[in-house]
């Protein structure tokens, strides 16, 4: 009973992580139909500067933790509008080239990072009270997973807000639903296309951060192993659908604990399965439009 | 009369596929233009390529300077507004959400479209993919008006309406071309009849007639030639 406890919070908080870098890449999906490959970097370098200012600040103390938070989802941000501005946008409505674009700038971040970074993890030091555990009807879970958890429901929150009650947030939403319209209304979409990359950007670099705690390092890798299940969970959760994002960010940590765990560390087989499954039943995903 | 848009040998493909060879035409200062053919000639694309929707080369010309090379907000933060065919609202956004976000100007001219559109009003907090098909054109035309515009184009706002709202659509039309020339793509001859002045008729991508509306469709012989219909 507390190790299902365990299992099922844990998945929570993992499903965090993984819904910090896919309400980006899903929301960029929505909108521009970028399939954006570099997202993974946009984590990685939030994760190493993070960590670089946050220790300065006060390594392993709540103070350097915030700056570090802070640090990545600027830096998050700002790697993302450099890219859009600069990459993405001269190749507009070039799908093909757009994605081969973003997959070229995650592969040269990376190997510029392990440039500097070097290629092995970093040992991080944790707050110690997230070194701590609170104990859950027998379970002792980590602090650390309740961290996450309240992060990424702060940044689900705010990203639902903003979009709602927002001009920009009105803009996006439209065009996620047809762009062409909302040009033809004397829209510039194109400044929309910079706030969702921006946004994006900004969640996967604090995302870099959390996962710097979760995991106990930082590495120039840390993004990219993780762009993978965010892909799985974008598409399972429905391409462009912040909430089937959210949704299936912790539904697959979920089972993915439970099938490691019950299952002899057949996790990433499960969760790949899961996938087949709902793109067999629902092509779409789960809170998906019909194409 | 002169020409507040003028159109000159313009030519658009969509997915690899001419659609529109060599068209050109003007759409006066004032009053109603109507542009006929048959299904599939290729009138709504004329129009997203006036607009720039769809990629395009020729000439065209709003109040006398070149926009073929605008991108399509540009052009239609000039003045130009779009009702497309079917509408095209959006279905996720409520009434007023289609509303706002189709504002252009700080004292949009809600007035006007309270009162065309009273049933709107009523409806604002409705999803707009949930509204009747004639209820949806009331949104696209309210989206246009709500704005002053120099030049209105219009594409089939009449597709699909009962008899009833075919009179409503056509007497929003009417008010709305007292204020604002319009470029209108409609199939029924009736509504053109009652409220356009000049025509343009396109077959296969090209001009193939061009004059004053009712003379055309006073001609029984063009009529059935060109449309496949008697007037
Ligand atoms: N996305 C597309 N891909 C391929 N062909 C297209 C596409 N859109 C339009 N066409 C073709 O372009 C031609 C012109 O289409 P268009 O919609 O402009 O005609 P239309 O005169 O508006 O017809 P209707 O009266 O039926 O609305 C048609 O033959 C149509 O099949
Ligand atoms: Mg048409």
Redesign the pocket.
């Known amino acids: 009973m507390s190790t299902l406890v365990l299992l099922l919070i844990t998945g929570v908080g993992l499903g965090a992580l993984y819904f910090l870098v896919a309400s980006g890449l899903s929301l960029i999906y929505g909108l521009m139909h970028v399939l954006n490959f570099a997202h993974g970097a946009f984590l990685s370098l939030g994760g190493l500067l993070g960590w670089e200012v946050g220790r300065r600040v006060g390594d392993g103390t709540w103070g350097g933790l915030l700056v570090s938070m802070l640090v990545g989802m600027l830096v998050g941000a700002l790697f993302a509008i450099v890219t859009e501005l600069v990459f993405i946008r001269r190749l507009y409505n070039r799908h093909i080239e757009q994605v081969l674009v973003t997959v070229g700038i995650g592969l040269a971040a990376v190997a510029l990072f392990e440039g500097i970074w070097g290629s092995d993890p970093i040992i991080t030091t944790k707050v110690p009270w997230l070194r701590q555990t609170t104990e859950v009807v027998g379970a002792r879970v980590p602090n650390h997973i309740w961290l996450l958890i309240g992060v990424a429901v702060v940044v689900l929150l705010a990203i639902v807000l903003f979009l709602r009650f927002t001009r920009f947030g009105l803009v996006i939403r439209a065009g996620v639903e047809n762009r062409t319209m909302v040009t033809a209304l004397g829209i510039d979409v194109r400044t929309a296309f910079t706030i969702v990359f921006a946004i994006g950007g900004a969640a996967a670099g604090l995302g870099g951060v959390l996962a710097s705690v979760y995991y106990g390092n930082v590495s120039a890798h840390q993004g990219t192993s993780l762009l993978i299940y965010a892909f799985i969970v974008t598409v399972i959760g429905g391409l462009g659908s912040l909430t089937g994002a959210a949704i299936a960010s912790v539904l697959i940590a979920v089972l993915q604990q439970l099938a490691n765990f019950y299952l002899g560390g057949t996790g990433d087989l499960i969760i790949v399965l899961a996938l087949a499954a709902v793109l067999l039943v629902r092509p779409s995903g789960l809170l998906g439009r019909a194409a | 009369m002169s020409a507040l848009l003028h159109v000159e040998g313009l030519r658009a493909r ?2 690899g ?1 001419q ?1 529109v060879e060599d068209v050109s035409l003007d759409v006066a200062d004032t009053g109603v233009t109507a542009l006929l ?1 048959r ?8 129009i997203k390529a006036i607009l720039g929707i769809i990629e395009r080369d020729g000439t065209v010309e709003f109040d006398g300077r070149p926009i073929d090379r605008l991108r399509t907000d540009r052009i239609v933060r000039q003045g130009v507004a779009y009702v497309p ?1 079917d509408r095209e609202v959006f279905a996720s956004l409520t009434v007023e959400e289609n509303l706002t976000l189709a504002t252009r100007q700080a004292a949009p001219n809600r007035g006007l479209v309270d009162e065309l559109f009273p049933e709107l009003r009523e409806r604002a907090r409705q999803r707009a993919g949930t509204l009747s098909g004639g209820q949806q054109q009331m949104v696209s035309l309210a989206r246009a008006l709500l704005n002053d515009n120099r030049l209105l184009l219009v594409d ?1 706002p009449t597709k699909g309406l009962s008899p009833r709202l075919v009179g409503e659509v056509t007497r929003v039309l009417r008010t709305a071309a007292e204020q604002t020339p319009m470029l209108l ?1 409609e ?1 029924n001859l009736q509504v053109v009849r009652e409220i356009a002045q000049d025509v343009v008729v ?1 077959s296969g991508g090209r001009v193939v007639h061009r004059g004053a509306a009712l003379e055309f469709l006073d001609d029984q012989d063009l009529v059935h030639r060109h449309l496949g219909v008697a007037a």
């Open positions: 969509v997915g596929q659609v053919g299904n599939g000639v290729g009138k709504s694309s004329t065919e089939e793509v199939q396109l």
